[in-house]
Nanobody, 124 residues
Framework: QVPLVESGGGLVQAGRSLRLSCAAS????????MGWFRQAPGKERERVAA????????YYADSVKGRFTISRDNAKNTVYLQMNSLKPESTAVYFC?????????????????WGQGTQVAVSS
């Protein structure tokens, strides 16, 4: 089990920015492919972004491409999600999953470890 703790959520106005962080414990973080998913009330969990263990490969859902950026700092055991130009439809609980696998993990079932999530609310 790898504890993952998300932070950085909050209430912002549309058009503003937030940066989410996901901190992991342990010395194997650099071996983990990581991602961000979100779940809005009454909706299924949706993939947002993914990053390989080295940070060299990234994936974005079409709905966030050009506005969100995923990155990681393996020295700090942390992955980030920079969210710009936020829209009301970005309102959701954001989760940071991980797994020891190569490449980009895009499916919910690819991930073994999940944090508790951080709430993001965007007002119009």
């Amino acid at each position: 089990q790898v504890p993952l703790v998300e932070s950085g959520g909050g209430l912002v106005q549309a058009g503003r920015s937030l940066r989410l962080s996901c901190a992991a414990s342990g010395r194997t973080f650099r071996s983990y492919a990581m991602g961000w998913f979100r779940q809005a009330p009454g909706k299924e969990r949706e993939r947002v972004a993914a990053i390989s263990w080295s940070g060299g490969s990234t994936y974005y859902a079409d709905s966030v491409k050009g506005r969100f950026t995923i990155s990681r700092d393996n020295a700090k055991n942390t992955v980030y999600l920079q969210m710009n130009s936020l829209k009301p439809e970005s309102t959701a609980v954001y989760f940071c999953p991980g797994n020891i696998r190569a490449g980009l993990l895009r499916a919910h079932n690819d991930y073994a470890y999940w944090g508790q999530g951080t709430q993001v609310a965007v007002s119009s």
